[in-house]
């Protein structure tokens, strides 16, 4: 079993930045295909950004392309997406998924979310 914890959300004004950390505890991250999806209020969860284990970026949604970048630190076991540029639309739960291979059909790892802000 994984447990992800997410951690650095909060209220931004538009133009600023944040940074989002998620922490892997049960086990290694290394060898896990890991991203970030985002839920705004009457929406959809989105799929934002995607690690492969080795820190190869796979996909970026193209309404963050340029703006937020995602990485890992496979020694800290921690899953981080930084967030520059930020605008109102950007206002969601952040989650934090993983799963065993970039071949599984589903993530089966998720964190609990944690809240981004952006005000105008």
């Known amino acids: 079993q994984v447990q992800l914890v997410e951690s650095g959300g909060g209220l931004v004004q538009a133009g600023g930045s944040l940074r989002l950390s998620c922490a892997a505890s049960?086990?290694?991250?290394?060898?896990?295909?890991m991203a970030w999806f985002r839920q705004a209020p009457g929406k959809e969860r989105e799929f934002v950004a995607r690690?492969?284990?080795?820190?190869?970026?796979?996909y970026y949604t193209n309404s963050v392309k340029g703006r937020f970048t995602i990485s890992r630190d496979n020694v800290k076991n921690t899953l981080f997406l930084q967030m520059n540029t930020l605008k109102p639309e950007d206002t969601a739960v952040y989650y934090c998924?993983?799963?065993?291979?970039?071949?599984?059909?589903?993530?089966?790892?998720w964190g609990q979310g944690t809240q981004v802000t952006v005000s105008s």
């Open positions: 998924a993983a799963k065993d291979n970039d071949d599984a059909p589903a993530y089966n790892y």
């Open positions: 049960g086990r290694t991250i290394s060898s896990l295909t």
């Open positions: 690690s492969r284990w080795n820190g190869t970026i796979l």
